[in-house]
């Protein structure tokens, strides 16, 4: 469970920040090298670097071998984890809505206001 935990906070750290989730977003639409993840960011290639570092040890990319290259891969386990985990308090609050509303209509059917 511990190590479950962990995993889950390190998905999360690495979603945290803005730049991580926009490579994320460009490999899903498939594999690129580090130089073309460079390409639309102001920032430079060891910088990319560090965040791809961030994101590889929360599982949520790879890196593969092709020739010289080392093209980056998406890896989405670990969203489909992490969006089961958000599923469960959506439930909640889908619950806690339900019961908000019936409450206001059985206000408005004993003609109190709202």
Do not use: C
């Amino acid at each position: 469970m511990q190590a479950a935990t962990q995993q889950m906070d390190r998905v999360f750290g690495a979603l945290a920040d803005p730049t991580r989730r926009a490579i994320l977003a460009r490999l899903a639409v498939g594999e690129a090298t580090v130089n073309e993840l460079v390409a639309p960011f102001a920032l430079s290639q060891p910088t990319i670097s560090k965040h791809l570092k961030v994101l590889e040890g929360a599982g949520l990319v790879s890196r593969g071998r092709s020739a010289q290259f080392r093209p980056v891969r998406l890896n989405a386990k670990p969203l489909a984890e992490a969006a089961r985990w958000i599923g469960d308090y959506r439930r909640f609050w889908d619950e806690s809505l339900d019961q908000l509303e019936a409450y206001v209509k059985d206000l408005q059917a004993k003609g109190e206001p709202s």
